[in-house]
């Protein structure tokens, strides 16, 4: 199948620090993409997505960066705050593959008060 | 952002036993999915379902499943004879024409 990966499984930041996430997509015909939080036990959480006709897309402290000659997507996150501790995911829509999203494994960030 | 409500939240079951999940998407939305994810692993797809019929369904996704919408308003996914490897947090998701995918809280299953 195709694979989304994440750079670094694990990121730490002190509070008030901007956060950047990172993801890589294989699939140069996937257009359209969504990042989730997910915490301890609980569904994924949308918080933000892009289509492959744009390049950037910002959302309230949250700013998704998509970069398709080298098929690498960042969330980055404003000012992170304790509440921002969560696993994060990318995930990939290829056109005709029944609306279905290709997840990658998550990237867990804590944030340091 | 639309909820989704499924139940149960938890449940523990023996190997060998039928397992049914339920879910309460936003009735006006038109794609349904069930998903599932073995704890510290990805989120997998299992199924699509769209205008009351499978629409995609993964490799995950063999004779032990099926989904139906049987009243037009739950969604559920059945697991005629569960494995030890069924054992995951289950989610039900939805969409509208837009594509966002919206997720339930889950249901973790338990297989013993």
């Known amino acids: 199948g195709e694979s989304v990966g994440l750079h670094l499984p694990t990121l730490s930041v002190q509070e008030g620090d901007n956060s950047i996430i990172n993801c890589a997509y294989s699939?140069?015909?996937?257009?359209?993409f969504i990042w989730y939080k997910q915490e301890s036990g609980k569904g994924p959480q949308f918080i933000i997505d892009?289509?492959?006709?744009?390049d950037k897309r910002q959302g309230q402290r949250v700013t998704v960066l998509l970069n398709k000659t080298v098929k690498h997507l960042s969330l980055q996150i404003a000012a992170t705050q304790p509440g921002d501790s969560a696993v994060y995911f990318c995930?990939?829509?290829?056109?005709?593959?029944?609306?279905?999203?290709?997840f990658g494994t998550g990237t867990s960030l804590t944030v340091i008060p | 952002e639309p909820e989704v409500t499924q139940t149960p939240s938890h449940q523990v079951t023996q190997m060998g036993q039928e397992v049914i999940l339920r879910c309460v998407p936003i009735s006006n939305h038109l794609y349904f999915y069930w998903y599932r994810q073995i704890l510290g692993q990805k989120v997998e797809f299992l199924v699509s379902?769209?205008?009351?019929?499978?629409?995609?369904k993964s490799e995950i996704f063999d004779d032990q499943f099926s989904v139906e919408r049987p009243d037009g308003s739950n969604f559920t996914l059945k697991i005629r004879s569960t494995k030890l490897e069924d054992s995951a947090m289950y989610f039900c998701a939805h969409t509208s024409a837009g594509n966002t995918i919206y997720f339930g809280e889950g249901s973790w299953l338990t297989v013993v």
């Open positions: 995930a990939e829509n290829i056109p005709n593959t029944g609306n279905q999203f290709y």
């Open positions: 892009i289509r492959s006709n744009m």
């Open positions: 379902f769209y205008n009351n019929e499978i629409s995609e």
């Open positions: 699939n140069s015909a996937s257009d359209y």
